[in-house]
Antibody, heavy 117, light 107 residues
Framework: QVQLKETGPGLVQPTQTLSITCTVS????????MQWVRQTPGKGLEWMGF???????EYNSEFKSRLSISRDTSKNQVFLKMNSLKTEDTGVYYC???????????WGQGVMVTVSS | DIQLTQSPSSMSASLGDRVSLTCQSS??????LSWYQHKPGKPPKPMIY???NLADGVPSRFSGSRSGSDYSLTISSLESEDTAIYYC?????????FGSGTKLEIK
């Protein structure tokens, strides 16, 4: 069955880089877009960006050049990297699968990230 | 960016009630709107996509509709398990945007 699971550091210091891995099973990354969404106390749910089945990416300009999404199809993993972290980046980060018919049809459980010194 | 305004921000209703939640878009998005149910400690669960289509496994008491730039999620007969925050999402234009949510509680 379709499963997604995010793993990440939990605690990151301000100005440092956040790295989260989304490991998937039950489907191929070359057949689906993969989305990243976060939920923060200040802004609620925010779409961050996605990587297409072909490997190209689209980002929310809100994150300007801080954000990078990539993948390793051989490992069934999608990666989110965001630099120059601020305390306002504290929140839960989710990866989600996107199908043509139903957007964000499967989600990971999410990973809590706290940005604090 | 397209803004989605959800109303009410919170509400309570009785078991068996018919409940409608609204999401208004600041720009035309066609039917590119979906609804998600979010419970504490769990990821959002897709409920409706393309404004009116029921997502897989969602009970038939849920339905979605559209009137111009106003979108609604309706629960025909409220059950206790429906307590959650409901969010709408537009996926017509980048950046995709979410509404601020409607918190639904049982009286």
């Amino acid at each position: 069955q379709v499963q997604l699971k995010e793993t990440g550091p939990g605690l990151v210091q301000p100005t440092q880089t956040l790295s989260i891995t989304c490991t998937v099973s039950g489907f191929s990354l070359t057949s689906y877009y993969m989305q990243w969404v976060r939920q923060t106390p200040g802004k609620g749910l925010e779409w961050m960006g996605f990587i297409r089945s072909g490997g190209s990416t689209e980002y929310n300009s809100e994150f300007k050049s801080r954000l990078s999404i990539s993948r390793d199809t051989s490992k069934n993993q999608v990666f989110l990297k965001m630099n120059s972290l601020k305390t306002e980046d504290t929140g839960v980060y989710y990866c989600a699968r996107d199908s043509e018919s139903s957007p964000f049809d499967y989600w990971g459980q999410g990973v809590m990230v706290t940005v604090s010194s | 960016d397209i803004q989605l305004t959800q109303s009410p921000s919170s509400m309570s209703a009785s078991l068996g009630d018919r409940v409608s939640l609204t999401c208004q878009s600041s720009q035309g998005i066609g039917n590119y709107l979906s609804w998600y149910q979010h419970k504490p400690g769990k990821p959002p669960k897709p409920m409706i996509y393309y404004a009116t289509n029921l997502a897989d496994g969602v009970p038939s008491r849920f339905s979605g509709s559209r009137s111009g730039s106003d979108y609604s999620l309706t629960i025909s007969s409220l059950e206790s398990e429906d307590t959650a925050i409901y969010y709408c999402l537009q996926y017509d234009e980048y950046p995709f945007t979410f509404g601020s949510g409607t918190k639904l509680e049982i009286k």
